[in-house]
């Protein structure tokens, strides 16, 4: 019904910057929140930002004033900009997405999700 396509990871030194962005296709009558999501290996996936339709961010306490969340409504796309990496964010990371999908009989919210894109802070 609805895929979300990541980009934008790799492997950057501490202190470097990265974007990465997750495009959101099928079905979609609309989208309400967009988030990043990620998981370290051996340790618990944790949401790192999310954004509403109307604009509205939160942050992990861990990424607040490095991290910068953002989406084009146009696009059904959703941005990470991600600065002063350190290597504990290193992780997958995960677009997830909550649509409005419309079908013949039915309108319904859905979460969808990402396959992930790697990203690697060197020590």
């Known amino acids: 019904q609805v895929q979300l396509v990541e980009s934008g990871g790799g492997l950057v030194q501490p202190g470097g910057s990265l974007r990465l962005s997750c495009a959101a296709s099928?079905?979609?009558?609309?989208?309400?929140?967009m988030g990043w999501y990620r998981q370290a290996p051996g340790k618990q996936r944790e949401l790192v930002a999310g954004i509403t339709s109307g604009g509205s961010t939160n942050y992990a306490d861990s990424v607040k004033g490095r991290f910068t969340i953002s989406r084009d409504h146009a696009k059904n796309t959703v941005y990470l900009q991600m600065n002063s990496l350190k290597p504990e964010d290193t992780a997958v990371y995960f677009c997830?997405?909550?649509?409005?999908?419309?079908?013949?009989?039915?309108?319904?919210?859905?979460?969808?999700w990402g396959k992930g894109t790697l990203v690697t802070v060197s020590s």
């Open positions: 099928g079905n979609i009558f609309a989208i309400n929140t």
């Open positions: 997830h997405a909550e649509v409005m999908g419309r079908t013949i009989t039915t309108m319904e919210l859905m979460d969808y």
